[in-house]
C-alpha cells in the first residue's frame, strides 16, 4: 500500500511569491496535518483537516492556508514567501483526527526561499 | 513558547543497556502523548503513545512513562540496538479554544553503540 505522498519533493521560490504543496493521505485516512520543520527543531503544527474542515491551527500567519478535498488530498498554500519561511513541510495522515491517533508522515517538502 | 521541551539534544548508549529519553510539557491542555522516530531523509514514524489516564504503556522494548502531576514523560528502550540510532520526538496532543494542537519537541537524538 502507498503511504502519504508529498508533491513536490523540493521547491525554489522567491521572496514574495505564492507556493502550494500537496499531499495525498494513504488510503482510507480521513485526517491530513500539515508541519513545518526547521533545522534543528521539531515539526511546528500548522493546520489539522477532517473530513474536509479545518479542526485545528497553529501559530502562523494568515498567509498560510490549506484545504482539504473530496478524496482527502489536501494543499498548503502560503503566499508572499518570506526568507523565514525556508524549511520542510511535512504532511502527516491518520483515519481520525488526528493527534489522538497515530499519524503516517511523508517524506516532506523542501521549499528554499531566495 | 516552548509547550514541549526535550532539552538533551544527544544521548549515547552501549548496545544492549537502556535508552532513557525525556521530555517536559507545560500546558494542561495536552491529553495524549506520542513519541516519533525519525530517520534521515525519511518523516517521522509512529513509535508509541500514551493517554492522560495512564502512567504507562509498554510496547516490546518501548515503554512509556508519563507524570501527570510533574508534567513530564519518558521513553525507556530495553536494550537498546544500534539499529535504534535516530532523533526521537517527542509529541503532545490536546484541544484549547483555538481547535486541536499537536505540539512537538525539538528532538534527541540517539547514539546507540555497538
Known amino acids: 500500500d502507498a503511504g502519504v505522498t508529498q508533491s513536490p519533493t523540493h521547491l525554489i521560490k522567491t521572496r514574495g511569491q505564492h507556493v502550494t504543496l500537496r499531499c495525498s493521505p494513504i488510503?482510507?485516512?480521513?485526517?491530513v496535518s500539515w508541519y513545518q520543520q526547521v533545522l534543528g527543531q521539531g515539526p511546528q503544527f500548522i493546520f489539522q483537516?477532517?473530513?474536509?474542515?479545518?479542526?485545528g491551527r497553529g501559530n502562523f500567519p494568515d498567509r498560510f492556508s490549506a484545504r482539504q478535498f473530496p478524496n482527502y488530498s489536501s494543499e498548503l498554500n502560503v503566499n508572499a514567501l518570506l526568507l523565514g519561511d525556508s524549511a520542510l513541510y511535512l504532511c502527516?495522515?491518520?483515519?481520525?483526527?488526528?493527534?489522538?491517533?497515530?499519524?503516517?508522515f511523508g517524506p516532506g517538502t523542501r521549499l528554499t526561499v531566495l | 513558547d516552548q509547550q514541549v521541551k526535550q532539552n538533551s539534544p544527544s544521548l549515547s548508549v552501549q548496545e544492549g543497556r537502556i535508552s532513557i529519553l525525556n521530555c517536559d510539557y507545560t500546558?494542561?491542555?495536552?491529553?495524549?502523548f506520542l513519541w516519533y522516530k525519525k530517520y534521515p531523509a525519511e518523516g517521522p514514524t509512529f513509535l508509541i503513545s500514551?493517554?492522560?489516564?495512564?502512567d504507562k504503556n509498554e510496547d516490546g522494548r518501548f515503554t512509556v512513562f508519563l507524570n501527570k502531576s510533574a508534567k513530564h514523560l519518558s521513553l525507556h528502550i530495553v536494550p537498546s540496538q544500534p539499529g535504534d540510532s535516530a532523533v526521537y520526538f517527542c509529541?503532545?496532543?490536546?484541544?484549547?479554544?483555538?481547535?486541536?494542537?499537536?505540539?512537538f519537541g525539538a528532538g534527541t537524538r540517539l547514539f546507540v553503540k555497538a
Open positions: 502527516a495522515s491518520s483515519f481520525a483526527s488526528g493527534g489522538y491517533n497515530e499519524q503516517f
Open positions: 488510503s482510507g485516512h480521513k485526517s
Open positions: 483537516y477532517y473530513e474536509k474542515e479545518e479542526r
Open positions: 500546558n494542561s491542555m495536552f491529553d495524549y
Open positions: 500514551i493517554s492522560s489516564i495512564k
Open positions: 509529541a503532545a496532543s490536546g484541544v484549547n479554544t483555538g481547535g486541536f494542537k499537536t505540539i
